[in-house]
């Protein structure tokens, strides 16, 4: 539980940033050159609340909460891996990385990941050519960020997948135009996906569809993990009474209804 910020004292505010301090410089140790927002003793903000707040000859100790540097290391506290956390995340990580499943699970996702730019993803394929887990502090960095493909990709990768080949499914309600796939083949670039257009899309979301496989294809997009609908994997599907494969994320595709089943069935 978060600690409150408002009735905490200076002595109790000093002894905890001395611990995050410490757990940081005992975690930059660990780390290689990849030092983003762990804090340093050497900060301004630092020096500058000591120089300001704990010498009692200015008087300001009872306006402590109002500094920046509180509000700042109060936040690292309660919400960084390093924080009050830290010795519980140590212990995670350590069963994670010793874990030959999490490096094969990393393998995975550099194989369907389409972005190279993202600090997170450069990070990973690192690791993977070194054959070696992401250290502590790159690891939670990549977690953390709940909105980024990583994080989306590993928690779908973690996950067991919603369909089995030969399951009858269907497009979920909110699924659009831009959720379904087809593939293009063009002489200069080769193979790729293409969106499909509104008019092929028209009438498909009445249809049952088979799934035929997982992956074939990696998402131009991907999507947060939904226990009940599933992740960004592509599912690749064939609607009833056609030859042509599409290629919908999992999350927007659900177990078809009976009835939507008896109708694809009467029109064959």
Not at 16 to 33: C, F, P, V
Not at 41 to 61: C, M, P, T
Not at 225 to 245: A, D, E
Request: net charge positive.
């Amino acid at each position: 539980m978060p600690i409150n910020i408002k009735s905490i004292t200076l002595d109790e505010f000093l002894k905890i940033r001395k611990e995050l301090y410490d757990n940081a410089e005992e975690l930059l140790q660990k780390e290689d050159s990849f030092h983003w927002n762990i804090v340093t003793r050497s900060e301004w903000q630092y020096e500058h609340f000591n120089v300001v707040y704990i010498d009692k000859a200015l008087g300001y100790q009872a306006a402590f909460r109002d500094c920046y540097h509180f509000e700042r290391t109060m936040a690292r506290w309660n919400l960084s891996a390093y924080g009050k956390n830290y010795q519980r995340n140590l212990k995670r990580y350590k069963k994670l990385s010793e874990d030959p499943a999490s490096l094969e699970r990393l393998k995975r996702m550099v194989e369907f990941c389409t972005f190279s730019w993202v600090r997170a993803w450069r990070n990973t394929k690192e690791a993977v050519r070194e054959d070696k887990f992401l250290s502590f502090w790159k690891f939670h960095v990549a977690h953390g960020d709940t909105k980024g493909s990583w994080r989306h990709w590993w928690d779908a990768l973690e996950n067991d997948k919603k369909f089995n080949v030969g399951d009858i499914v269907q497009l979920r309600a909110n699924a659009k135009d831009y959720h379904v796939f087809e593939v293009n083949n063009f002489k200069n670039t080769g193979e790729f996906l293409k969106r499909l257009d509104y008019v092929s899309f028209r009438g498909l979301p009445q249809k049952a569809m088979m799934v035929i496989a997982y992956d074939q294809h990696s998402p131009d997009h991907t999507y947060s993990y939904k226990k009940s609908q599933g992740s960004c994997r592509l599912v690749s599907v064939l609607p009833m009474g056609s030859v042509k494969v599409l290629y919908v994320p999992e999350q927007f595709l659900k177990i078809s209804r009976k009835k939507t089943i008896k109708e694809a069935k009467g029109k064959k």
